[in-house]
Nanobody
Framework: QVQLVESGGGLVQAGGSLRLSCAAS????????MGWYRQAPGKQRELVAT?????????NYADSVKGRFTISRDNAKKTAYLQMNSLKPEDTAVYYC????????????WGKGTLVTVSS
């Protein structure tokens, strides 16, 4: 079983930066792709960024965050990160970490989320 705990959220002014962290319990060998999603008030949860496992990890970003956000992972620390720069008020949301199981097909894990609020 994998548990994910997000941290790093908070209140920031537009144009500012935050770095979110997602700490995983258990073995990283049991985790495949990882990702960040967000859910704004009254809206559906949406994909922000994903990163594959392995030494040459591939990343993917939502168009709305390309060039501003960077996803990374440190398997030794069992942690994934989301560096968010040039934040906009529309980035305000609860950000969730997701990890796909490498052992059980179709199984994924979610953290409880961390709130990011961007003031104008």
């Amino acid at each position: 079983q994998v548990q994910l705990v997000e941290s790093g959220g908070g209140l920031v002014q537009a144009g500012g930066s935050l770095r979110l962290s997602c700490a995983a319990s258990g073995s990283m060998l049991s985790i495949n792709n990882m990702g960040w999603y967000r859910q704004a008030p009254g809206k559906q949860r949406e994909l922000v960024a994903t990163i594959t496992s392995g030494a040459n990890a591939l990343t993917n970003y939502a168009d709305s965050v390309k060039g501003r956000f960077t996803i990374s992972r440190d398997n030794a620390k069992k942690t994934a990160y989301l560096q968010m720069n040039s934040l906009k008020p529309e980035d305000t949301a609860v950000y969730y970490c997701n990890a796909a199981s490498a052992l059980i097909y179709g199984q994924s894990y979610w953290g409880k989320g961390t709130l990011v609020t961007v003031s104008s």
